[in-house]
């Protein structure tokens, strides 16, 4: 056991600020990297336990904790993503095609047409609304003194929950590349290849 490497981390620990502490140990404590190298050359072996793994078939206890957990947190990600895929379908099902302009377009004009006077319901002479004549009698009530408001509410709209069904068969493969398929070659045909 080396007592100056001890004292080294019990110095560390007692003696530096907690920021500092931690950015050193978080050096020490790195989690383990894998190469592509060894990725490579492992990779047959990997599949071949996993698929062991998957069979119930363990030669270890403590790969068997891992082995399930792993399967754990696969099987809730693919959960997750199964369930935003179907949202967002629903989403984008239920989104209103905007190009349709023609309601804007007849607003527009109407607008225009009532700044420029050439409006088709405007029929009065510009005379006659400038002008009083003698058998109009002007009203007074109340409601020309009285700014009469009704504030607009919005529907609400409130959320919907949706069944999703995450068992469905076609989500058992989704992101799955098909395997190729097996093309046999006759003996006949190999002697003219």
Partial sequence: MDISNNIDLITLECLTSPHFYDKYNIKKNKPKQISKVDRRFYKKRIINETRKMLRNDFDNIALKGIFTEYIISLIDYF???DKRDILQ?????????TSNTTYYDDLLDDILGDCSGN??????NPNELLFKTLNETKKVTLDHFVLKTTPFKEP??????????????SLKTKGIRPKREKTYVKKENIDKL
């Fill in 119 to 124: 409006s088709t319901n405007n029929t009065m």
């Fill in 156 to 169: 609400i709209v409130y959320p919907e929950h949706k069944e999703i069904n995450l068992n469905d068969i």
């Fill in 79 to 81: 959960k997750i993503v």
């Fill in 89 to 97: 379908q629903h989403y984008v099902s239920d989104l209103v095609d």
